[in-house]
């Protein structure tokens, strides 16, 4: 499983004690130096000019720094780009100079975190077969040493580790790690149990890293379809976005519509049980079963066709998100008098005042990402709010007080005594 290890040690320690002391090398990026940030100011053969009197213009006394100054500025001026520029431009240029100069080199390489080519070693096979017993001997440990503040924790694991394998272990059982690393380390890779750990563990935060690398160097975006067994041998799937997280960019909201079609390519692709009998079905079948998975609306429907908001504890954090979106969609589309209508999530935190009433949320609350992006136990909060309001207020659970139209400007809610009268003119024009 290749994974982001310098950020969490893996199957190290209950309590992130632990630490990958032998992962494979990370990939590193050579970059020219001012390429931080400042590629829209100076070009590539400008940089290079910069750095080549970087070290003069840095050793020079303060009242010879003008003088190095002005040949730097004598050098870039015979380039095409600065031959018309006027006295204000240079004064402009000359303090982008100044201030590029300013900035110390880095000190060392850019982290790439994306891994290519990771290996188990006998260590991470030991981390991952002999966990509790592990735990126990670092726990001893951590009781003798705690008079020393200054241990890091992540050296007394590595210390209980090693002790680990000098006194516990025999030679055939080492023999015998080295050879599971080898079987690992090969085209069928680790146990399920250990894959359905490192899917947990690692999945999200390499995925994370993956798609914000892929935007750092490629100015890619990615959304990105799961799915793995977890250690009980349940399928699981999900679609991750982090595209809001990633670059000032915003989030695919209809990723959800995309579901069935992914558990259809599941069903055919890794022949599971459950999603085989969905693939069997009838063709009416699947186009109910595809309502259902596409329409979150139908997840806070109750048996009389009115929104109503079931039992939440229990649920998944995918099944959570999908309750708060489909309960405000259902409120929105009665609001717009649209049955097709999908709320606008992006700008939802922006006239979230104006459009909702603040009797309506939970005290201080507020939708300053999409919902699919809350805490769990904020979106669990968020739905037992207003599984309580349909007690205390059940004619007043929620409603939007105002909508947006297709030009983005707040509208009121339509009327839906006249609807009808409305919707016949339209069609008349």
Same mark, same amino acid.
């Given at each position: 499983?290749?994974?982001?290890?310098?950020?969490?040690?893996?199957?190290?320690?209950?309590?992130?004690?632990?630490?990958?002391?032998?992962?494979?090398?990370?990939?590193?990026?050579?970059?020219?130096?001012?390429?931080?940030?400042?590629?829209?100011?100076?070009? @590539?053969?400008?940089?290079?000019?910069?750095?080549?009197?970087?070290?003069?213009?840095?050793?020079?006394?303060?009242?010879?720094?003008?003088?190095?100054? #002005?040949?730097?500025?004598?050098? =870039?001026?015979?380039?095409?780009?600065?031959?018309?520029?006027?006295? *204000?431009?240079?004064?402009?240029?000359?303090?982008?100079?100044?201030?590029?100069?300013?900035?110390?080199?880095?000190?060392?390489?850019?982290? @790439?975190? *994306?891994?290519?080519?990771?290996?188990?070693?006998?260590?991470? *096979?030991?981390?991952?077969?002999? %966990?509790?017993?592990?735990?126990?001997? !670092?726990?001893?440990?951590?009781?003798?040493?705690?008079?020393?503040?200054?241990?890091?924790?992540? &050296?007394?694991?590595?210390?209980?580790?090693?002790?680990?394998? +000098?006194?516990?272990?025999?030679?055939?059982?080492?023999?015998?790690?080295?050879?599971?690393? &080898?079987?690992?380390?090969?085209?069928? #890779?680790?146990?399920?149990?250990?894959?359905?750990?490192?899917?947990?563990?690692?999945?999200?935060?390499?995925?994370?890293?993956?798609?914000?690398?892929?935007?750092?160097?490629?100015?890619?975006?990615? *959304?990105?379809?799961?799915?793995?067994?977890?250690?009980?041998?349940?399928?699981?799937?999900?679609?991750? &976005?982090?595209?809001?997280?990633?670059?000032?960019?915003?989030?695919?909201?209809?990723?959800?519509?995309?579901?069935?079609?992914?558990?259809?390519? =599941?069903?055919?692709?890794?022949? &599971?049980?459950?999603?085989?009998?969905?693939?069997?079905?009838?063709?009416?079948?699947?186009?109910?079963?595809?309502?259902?998975?596409?329409?979150?609306?139908?997840?806070?429907?109750?048996?009389?066709?009115?929104?109503?908001?079931?039992?939440?504890?229990?649920?998944? %954090?995918?099944? =959570?998100?999908?309750?708060?979106? #489909?309960?405000?969609?259902?409120?929105?589309?009665?609001?717009?008098?649209?049955?097709?209508?999908?709320?606008? $999530?992006?700008?939802?935190?922006?006239?979230? +005042?104006?459009?909702?009433?603040?009797?309506?949320?939970?005290?201080?609350?507020?939708?300053?990402?999409?919902?699919?992006?809350?805490?769990?136990?904020?979106?669990?909060?968020?739905?037992? $709010?207003?599984?309580?309001?349909?007690?205390?207020?059940? !004619?007043?659970?929620?409603?939007? +007080?105002?909508?947006?139209?297709?030009?983005?400007?707040?509208?009121?809610?339509?009327? !839906?005594?006249? =609807?009808?009268?409305?919707?016949?003119?339209?069609?008349?024009?």
């Amino acid at each position: 499983m290749e994974s982001n290890c310098e950020n969490d040690p893996g199957f190290a320690t209950d309590n992130d004690d632990g630490g990958m002391g032998d992962m494979g090398d990370e990939t590193e990026v050579e970059l020219v130096p001012g390429f931080d940030g400042d590629e829209d100011t100076f070009e @590539v053969v400008e940089l290079e000019i910069l750095a080549r009197w970087r070290r003069e213009w840095t050793q020079a006394r303060k009242k010879e720094k003008p003088a190095v100054l #002005g040949e730097i500025c004598r050098e =870039l001026g015979k380039l095409d780009r600065y031959r018309d520029l006027g006295p *204000v431009e240079w004064h402009q240029k000359r303090e982008e100079i100044t201030t590029w100069l300013r900035k110390p080199l880095r000190t060392r390489k850019p982290r @790439v975190t *994306v891994r290519s080519g990771y290996k188990y070693s006998v260590c991470a *096979v030991i981390r991952e077969l002999y %966990h509790d017993q592990i735990q126990q001997k !670092h726990a001893l440990m951590k009781q003798e040493d705690g008079s020393k503040a200054n241990m890091k924790r992540i &050296d007394l694991y590595q210390r209980a580790l090693t002790a680990f394998m +000098q006194d516990d272990l025999t030679e055939e059982q080492l023999q015998a790690a080295r050879d599971i690393a &080898d079987k690992w380390n090969g085209a069928e #890779g680790p146990t399920p149990d250990v894959q359905a750990r490192n899917a947990v563990r690692y999945g999200p935060q390499y995925i994370h890293n993956f798609a914000e690398e892929m935007w750092r160097y490629r100015g890619m975006r990615m *959304v990105f379809m799961t799915r793995w067994k977890d250690e009980k041998g349940v399928v699981q799937a999900c679609c991750m &976005d982090y595209n809001s997280q990633i670059g000032g960019g915003t989030a695919f909201d209809d990723i959800y519509t995309l579901n069935p079609s992914w558990r259809e390519y =599941l069903g055919k692709s890794f022949e &599971d049980a459950d999603l085989a009998e969905e693939e069997e079905m009838t063709t009416k079948g699947k186009q109910t079963l595809r309502t259902k998975k596409c329409d979150p609306v139908k997840l806070v429907t109750n048996e009389q066709g009115e929104i109503w908001i079931g039992e939440v504890k229990g649920c998944s %954090h995918d099944q =959570l998100h999908q309750m708060i979106r #489909g309960f405000l969609t259902a409120h929105y589309r009665k609001a717009s008098g649209r049955p097709s209508a999908s709320v606008p $999530f992006k700008k939802l935190g922006q006239y979230q +005042q104006d459009m909702i009433a603040a009797c309506h949320l939970p005290p201080n609350f507020t939708f300053t990402v999409d919902p699919s992006h809350l805490h769990s136990a904020t979106a669990a909060e968020l739905l037992n $709010f207003w599984r309580e309001r349909q007690v205390t207020h059940p !004619h007043d659970i929620f409603d939007f +007080q105002k909508r947006l139209d297709q030009s983005g400007n707040l509208q009121p809610p339509v009327d !839906h005594n006249t =609807l009808p009268l409305v919707i016949a003119r339209s069609r008349k024009k």
